[in-house]
């Protein structure tokens, strides 16, 4: 049975509706149940706290917004961060409409954008090693078409979105004995090749045979989806929480911590944050940040490797005599040598201050082969 509300009594209580039947025509219904919830607890606020207050001249930011923002803050059980910016967001769209219809500017200016609070950080979720463990056992186990994508995400970092969008020819061959999955265009519109070895082939190949069970018409990608990607992609997920129950894990799993297992473990693993960022398909250092755990004891062996074999204390590597000449032929070779290292380098760094201080030291080589160019003696 459809719960009914008791009718909102308040003044302002028709100017409001007005405001919201009026930005209601271009959003979605459970958009507007959005606005008409965010004007019914102002209103209600309003009616309990400052009944002196019966027209929008006498609405003042201090205490009548202020103190409604104080009203969702101390809301028990508390507002998830995502609830409380809603309302904040609706109702000062709210508030500039009605400037508008009823032509009072300062209404813009009761709730500001310093109101919303900062979006929680996104903080790594990696497995920890025991749940890893416990997963895979269990993924290993089942042999079945989710098991085996989940190993997939779980042994290449991709996206759930992309692993149901590979095609039954994904893995490439890049040299002898060497193999790759070429992910097709993801949430970051990009493609990419994920090297793999070949306990990941056969994981793809388990899935070809199982594509090749189905009764569906081929349409050339790996997983079938009889229903539908969004339906796929549900079943999976759901499936997955089955597979944490069976392995005996009570947290919530989702199938996107295997990205960030994989990434903390190409990281343990000695992967450089240039060649993970091509790995996860980023292009930014700063996400890639994100997906990476670590932990006391990573810090730990950091630490003792760097006491035990400090860099500045490594002998420079040894370059073959016969390769280098102590004459100015031979330094201008050893200058561009220098200067193709530097370039090839950079390119692989993402647009920032690491790369745009590497081509101006790429400039400053330039100049000094040119000075030691004009060393060489004129010709008689």
């Known amino acids: 049975m459809k719960r009914s509300r008791r009718p909102l009594v308040h003044p302002l209580a028709p100017i409001f509706w007005r405001a919201v039947e009026s930005i209601a025509l271009s959003l979605a219904p459970d958009t507007v149940r959005g606005y008409r919830a965010a004007t019914r607890h102002f209103l209600n ?22 103190g409604w ?14 609830a409380y910016v809603n309302k904040l967001i609706r109702l000062r769209r709210i508030f500039e409409e009605l400037a508008w219809l ?31 463990q416990l997963i895979q056992k269990e993924l290993l186990h089942r042999n079945d078409l989710s098991s085996n994508v989940m190993l997939l995400l779980r042994h290449t970092g991709m996206r759930i979105g992309e692993c149901v969008d590979l095609p039954c020819d994904c893995l490439r061959s890049t040299g002898p004995d060497q193999w790759a999955i070429q992910v097709p265009l993801g949430k970051t519109k990009t493609e990419r090749m994920v090297p793999v070895d070949a306990f990941v082939s056969e994981i793809v190949q388990r899935l070809r045979f199982l594509r090749s069970l189905d009764p569906f018409p081929a349409d050339g990608l790996l997983p ?25 894990i009570c947290t919530r799993i989702v199938p996107h911590q295997f990205r960030h297992t994989y990434a903390t473990e190409m990281l343990r693993a000695g992967v450089t944050l240039p060649s993970l960022m091509k790995l996860l398909g980023h292009s930014s250092a700063d996400m890639t940040m994100r997906y990476l755990r670590i932990t006391v004891p990573d810090l730990q062996r950091e630490f003792h490797l760097a006491r035990s074999q400090p860099r500045h204390l490594a002998p420079p590597p040894k370059s073959p005599s016969a390769s280098v000449r102590a004459d100015l032929p031979g330094l201008v070779e050893s200058l561009r040598t ?23 030291l790429a400039n400053r080589i330039t100049k000094i082969i040119a000075d ?4 060489a003696p004129p010709e008689k």
């Open 45 to 66: 606020y309003l009616g309990a706290h400052h009944p002196e207050v019966s027209s929008l001249d006498q609405l003042r930011r201090d205490p009548h917004i202020l």
């Open 102 to 132: 009823q032509q009072i500017p300062d209404l813009v200016h009761l709730l500001r954008r310093e109101d919303s609070p900062r979006a929680e950080k996104c903080l790594p979720r990696a497995f920890t090693s025991l749940q890893d």
């Open 224 to 248: 079938a989806r009889p229903r539908g990607r969004d339906m796929l992609t549900r079943e999976l997920r759901r499936s997955l929480r089955e597979i944490a129950t069976a392995a005996g």
């Open 338 to 360: 220098s200067q193709h290292v530097l370039e090839m380098f950079r390119r692989t760094l993402p647009d920032g201050p690491p790369r745009r201080h590497l081509d101006r």
């Open 372 to 375: 030691a160019l004009k060393l």
């Open 69 to 82: 923002l104080s009203c969702l803050r101390a809301e028990t059980p508390p507002l998830v961060l995502a």
